[in-house]
């Protein structure tokens, strides 16, 4: 089959390898049709963290086919739709039954890697996968998209929400314009803020956040973007705030411009060297997030609003690629070209 491989900074490349098997008896074997580029696939990519040359193990996000399923699968079988959530939790430790089933404390292993190929092997897979109604024939490209984003950045925006507990009437502020952060906008509409207050410095980006029911958008960054939002706010600040994108900057930004008391949810891949908590303290700025509980979103909220066509956040999907592009398709996103890259297989 064709798989990703990171060759080295700046270069992805397609290689054939063997299809991967059923090792565990909860495992469950993709034929994948559709994937992406992740933002945080582009930090190597980059050359802002390390990885290994030639290495097998990019993306995370996949919708597909289950081509064959482990002896302890009972939820999904061959020839099932689903979609395939980066996180792979247990339903039943602490964790998950708390809604975290982004930490399931079952496992060492919850994370996807090396999605961005022909076939996945999906461990633990009984209750972490998410079984769609009928087959990718029966939708749109448009609905196929924003079950793809269910994998992912959709859960992932609205875990920033949920943690931020924004509610109805709530200002919030979504620090971050990639897919995770338009994908804020939408969960604090659903959540029911009032005013919802985008930082987005692009033009493409501007006009998705609006569509997606942001009220302000604010172009400035750092010092000059927290003046804006106390000047929105009458100085009060936000009553929460969704930090998308895990810089330093970032996180300086999401931790200025909330209320004293604001919580401040986090779901951008901490890329940070070190957080200042003084401020926090004196504030009483509460700090929540980390990664998405994409299953129980999904199963909870997420699938029938997508299916209902309540949200449509596979807007964000602004290029398409072939999988033999995969390296166009990375290079589509590093230059700011696609808000995210969405590759068909």
Request: charged share 25%.
């Amino acid at each position: 089959m064709k798989t990703t491989v990171f060759e080295k900074v700046g270069q992805v490349a397609i290689e054939n390898v063997d299809k991967p098997t059923i090792q565990a008896e909860d495992d469950v074997i993709i034929k994948v049709v559709r994937t992406c580029v992740c933002g945080s696939d582009l930090w190597a990519y980059r050359g802002l963290e390390d990885k290994d040359d030639h290495s097998i193990n990019s993306g995370h996000e996949a919708i597909g086919i289950v081509d064959s399923v482990g002896g302890n699968i009972t939820t999904v079988k061959p020839g099932d739709f689903v979609i395939a959530p980066f996180t792979h939790g247990c339903g039943h430790c602490a964790a998950c039954l708390a809604g975290f089933d982004g930490d399931c404390q079952s496992h060492d292993d919850n994370f996807s890697n090396g999605v961005q190929s022909e076939y996945v092997r999906f461990q633990h897979a009984d209750w972490a996968l998410i079984k769609v109604p009928g087959q990718p024939s029966d939708y749109s490209d448009e609905m196929l998209n924003s079950l793809l984003s269910l994998a992912d950045v959709m859960a992932t925006g609205y875990h920033a929400a949920r943690v931020a507990n924004v509610t109805t009437g709530d200002t919030v502020v979504v620090v971050g314009d990639g897919a995770v952060g338009l994908c804020g906008v939408i969960a604090a509409k659903m959540r029911g803020a009032k005013r919802i207050i985008a930082m987005s410095r692009h033009e493409d980006r501007q006009k998705l956040a609006t569509e997606f029911g942001a009220t302000d958008i604010i172009a400035e960054r750092g010092d000059e973007a927290v003046e804006k939002v106390m000047a929105l706010t009458n100085n009060a600040g936000a009553d929460a705030v969704l930090e998308c994108v895990g810089t330093e900057q970032s996180n300086d930004t999401a931790m200025k411009v909330g209320r004293p008391g604001a919580i401040v949810g986090r779901v951008g891949l901490p890329h940070e060297p070190k957080m200042d908590m003084a401020n926090s303290f004196y504030n009483n700025t509460i700090i929540a997030g980390g990664p998405a509980s994409v299953t129980t979103y999904d199963k909870q909220t997420l699938l029938k609003a997508v299916l209902d066509g309540d949200i449509h956040p596979g807007k964000v999907f602004t290029k398409a690629f072939s999988l033999d592009d995969i390296d166009e398709a990375y290079q589509a996103m590093t230059k700011r070209e696609a808000i995210k890259s969405l590759i068909i297989v």
